[in-house]
């Protein structure tokens, strides 16, 4: 079984966990999908993502605690696993398109080549992180 991506995570607009798998730019991509494909890895998914998404997901997270009354506290990593649901395509392929010091771009495909994503990536401490962009693609 193929591990599947939701473009959504780029409607969503983060690095305290480590794996063997965050030590390159692909490997990170992969844990990040393999962990977002299995339930109750929340944490597991957020630790992957770089630091100004955390921080974007965290602020979100904050206000829709407070608009909730502060009756339930909303966690960002929580809020962000829900937004993978129902992936609109698998991945077929990851490619590393370019690296450039502590930055890196990864190419993800469906094996038709009908959905295409490029995702950024910082290296922090060592390991690599996904940041994903602050708007929606083509918004």
Not at 7 to 22: E, F, N, Q, R
Not at 53 to 81: I, P, S, Y
Not at 95 to 114: H, S
């Amino acid at each position: 079984m193929r591990a599947t991506c939701h473009i959504a995570v780029v409607l969503l607009l983060s690095a305290a966990g480590c794996t063997a798998g965050d030590r390159s730019p692909v490997g990170a991509v992969r844990e990040f999908l393999k962990q977002s494909s299995m339930l109750n890895s929340d944490q597991a998914v957020f630790d992957l993502l770089g630091p100004k998404t955390r921080a974007r997901l965290e602020q979100v997270a904050g206000k829709t605690t407070t608009l909730m009354g502060g009756r339930r506290r909303v966690t960002a990593a929580k809020m962000f696993l829900l937004g993978l649901a129902d992936p609109p395509y698998k991945v077929g392929k990851i490619t590393l398109q370019r690296k450039q010091g502590d930055r890196a771009w990864v190419k993800l495909e469906d094996k038709k080549k009908k959905y295409t994503e490029i995702w950024q990536l910082v290296k922090v401490d060592g390991r690599w992180r996904i940041e994903l962009p602050d708007k929606p693609v083509g918004g």
